[in-house]
Nanobody, 121 residues
């Protein structure tokens, strides 16, 4: 099993940047594919980005492509989401997720508790 803890959320202005981190417990971080989801008020949780367990493959939702970058440092058991050119519609609770597989599934096995991101116009 793996435990996930997000950090780095907060308030940003439109056009600004934030970096989220997801720290994972355990010594087998490298076997987990990772990703980010988000849930805005009154909306369903949606996929944001994912990264393979080696870090060699990434994939983004169209809504964030070109603005967000997902990365990971296996030696530090940490995954990141660099968010730029933020828009008010990026406001949501952002969740870190993991699967013990090469690529993240649509229904990940493990979730963090979430971190709030609020973008003001």
């Amino acid at each position: 099993q793996v435990q996930l803890v997000e950090s780095g959320g907060g308030l940003a202005q439109a056009g600004g940047s934030l970096r989220l981190s997801c720290a994972a417990s355990g010594r087998t971080f490298g076997i987990y594919a990772m990703g980010w989801f988000r849930q805005a008020p009154g909306k369903e949780r949606e996929f944001v980005a994912r990264i393979s367990r080696s870090g060699s493959s990434t994939y983004y939702a169209d809504s964030v492509k070109g603005r967000f970058t997902i990365s990971r440092t296996n030696a530090k058991n940490t995954m990141y989401l660099q968010m730029g050119s933020l828009k008010p519609e990026d406001t949501a609770v952002y969740y870190c997720a993991a699967d013990p597989s090469v690529h993240l599934s649509t229904q990940p096995s493990y979730w963090g508790q979430g971190t709030q991101v609020t973008v003001s116009s």
